[in-house]
């Protein structure tokens, strides 16, 4: 394991009788970083963070939290965590400052430190004009507010949230993104989602599951680059030949988008400057040349495309 990480997870697998819910996954989190951890409904996401929060125990495989293993020592290992399920566990009877004063003694914070970890996490998470105000008569979005709160009440060197705006509306949506990334800043996070866009809003690095399995690990600048580097359209008023463009240097692959449009994948960056030059000696036309970037989308629908063609051929079946 990675003596570095605040969470090291290694060859993790989770059954529910015959049924594989996670298998053999093995991935880290280093300070200050935000990992999205992402994949289809049914992919194994929930079950995953309840085995590293310790609220499921591992058929196989370890966790272990800021050094401390969370079946072996789970008091200490659960002191570094804070967590917030997919359906927030909070109080509605109660007022916003009650939950969070029964959570912070629930977290054994220290009784001279509550209030000023509840003025800390209220700040945190722009709770202070509602600190008297029962939990029921809020919001959806300040209700997932004060379910980060509570997760962070013992200042936690790892923060999980799983699904965190489910059911929220897109300016709710904004103010929790904004809230992670600020997060973010200040310590460990992990966000369990299947929401494309708040990985890429959000998180430094992305883990795809699927069937519980591991299938892509990378940051999100390497995705970002990805395709810039190995994949160009160019658009040509007099093109030449596919073999004729196959020949200029760097070149890999020619693909045909239309009469005057190509896809060139290469494997150099310096094929636009070949490229640029050749145009003009030859008198192509250039006028349009366009990088390519891989979205998330584009690698996930990649990625799990096979499950959901799986899934749609069973159907037909039956």
């Given at each position: 394991?990675?003596?570095?990480?605040?969470?090291?997870?290694?060859?993790?697998?989770?059954?529910?009788?015959?049924?594989?819910?996670?298998?053999?996954?093995?991935?880290?989190?280093?300070?200050?970083?935000v990992l999205g951890f992402?994949?289809?409904?049914?992919?194994?996401?929930?079950?995953?963070?309840?085995?590293?929060?310790?609220?499921?125990?591992?058929?196989?495989?370890?966790?272990?939290?800021?050094?401390?293993?969370?079946?072996?020592?789970?008091?200490?290992?659960?002191?570094?965590?804070?967590?917030?399920?997919?359906?927030?566990?909070?109080?509605?009877?109660?007022?916003?400052?009650?939950?969070?004063?029964?959570?912070?003694?629930?977290?054994?914070?220290?009784?001279?430190?509550?209030?000023?970890?509840?003025?800390?996490?209220?700040?945190?998470?722009?709770?202070?004009?509602?600190?008297?105000?029962?939990?029921?008569?809020?919001?959806?979005?300040?209700?997932?507010?004060?379910?980060?709160?509570?997760?962070?009440?013992?200042?936690?060197?790892?923060?999980?949230?799983?699904?965190?705006?489910?059911?929220?509306?897109?300016?709710?949506?904004?103010?929790?993104?904004?809230?992670?990334?600020?997060?973010?800043?200040?310590?460990?996070?992990?966000?369990?989602?299947?929401?494309?866009?708040?990985?890429?809003?959000?998180?430094?690095?992305?883990?795809?599951?699927?069937?519980?399995?591991?299938?892509?690990?990378?940051?999100?600048?390497?995705?970002?680059?990805y395709r810039n580097k190995?994949?160009?359209?160019?658009?040509?008023?007099?093109?030449?030949?596919?073999?004729?463009?196959?020949?200029?240097?760097?070149?890999?692959?020619?693909?045909?988008?239309?009469?005057?449009?190509?896809?060139?994948?290469?494997?150099?960056?310096?094929?636009?400057?070949?490229?640029?030059?050749?145009?003009?000696?030859?008198?192509?036309?250039?006028?349009?040349?366009?990088?390519?970037?891989?979205?998330?989308?584009?690698?996930?629908?990649?990625l799990t495309q096979d499950?959901?063609?799986?899934?749609?051929?069973?159907?037909?079946?039956?």
């Amino acid at each position: 394991m990675d003596s570095t990480a605040l969470v090291a997870v290694e060859n993790l697998s989770r059954y529910y009788q015959k049924n594989c819910a996670i298998d053999q996954l093995s991935f880290s989190l280093q300070p200050g970083e935000v990992l999205g951890f992402l994949g289809p409904n049914g992919a194994g996401k929930s079950t995953t963070m309840q085995v590293i929060t310790g609220n499921l125990a591992p058929s196989e495989g370890r966790v272990r939290i800021n050094g401390f293993d969370i079946i072996e020592s789970p008091r200490q290992a659960k002191q570094h965590i804070g967590y917030l399920p997919e359906h927030p566990p909070i109080y509605r009877e109660a007022t916003v400052d009650e939950y969070l004063k029964y959570c912070a003694q629930l977290r054994r914070v220290e009784r001279e430190a509550i209030a000023g970890a509840m003025e800390r996490c209220k700040s945190h998470c722009g709770l202070n004009e509602v600190g008297h105000r029962l939990i029921a008569n809020l919001s959806k979005g300040y209700q997932q507010r004060v379910g980060i709160a509570q997760a962070i009440i013992h200042n936690p060197t790892v923060v999980i949230l799983d699904e965190p705006t489910v059911g929220l509306d897109p300016i709710q949506i904004r103010e929790i993104r904004s809230l992670i990334k600020t997060l973010g800043s200040e310590r460990s996070v992990i966000l369990s989602t299947h929401i494309l866009s708040e990985v890429q809003a959000a998180c430094d690095r992305v883990l795809i599951i699927r069937e519980g399995k591991l299938i892509y690990s990378a940051s999100i600048e390497t995705l970002k680059n990805y395709r810039n580097k190995h994949s160009i359209t160019v658009a040509l008023r007099q093109p030449p030949s596919i073999d004729r463009l196959q020949q200029i240097d760097q070149v890999e692959q020619v693909e045909i988008i239309d009469d005057n449009r190509f896809r060139l994948s290469f494997h150099s960056d310096s094929l636009t400057q070949s490229l640029v030059q050749t145009s003009v000696e030859q008198n192509w036309g250039l006028y349009e040349l366009v990088p390519d970037h891989t979205s998330l989308e584009d690698l996930f629908i990649e990625l799990t495309q096979d499950e959901a063609t799986d899934v749609e051929n069973a159907e037909a079946v039956e």
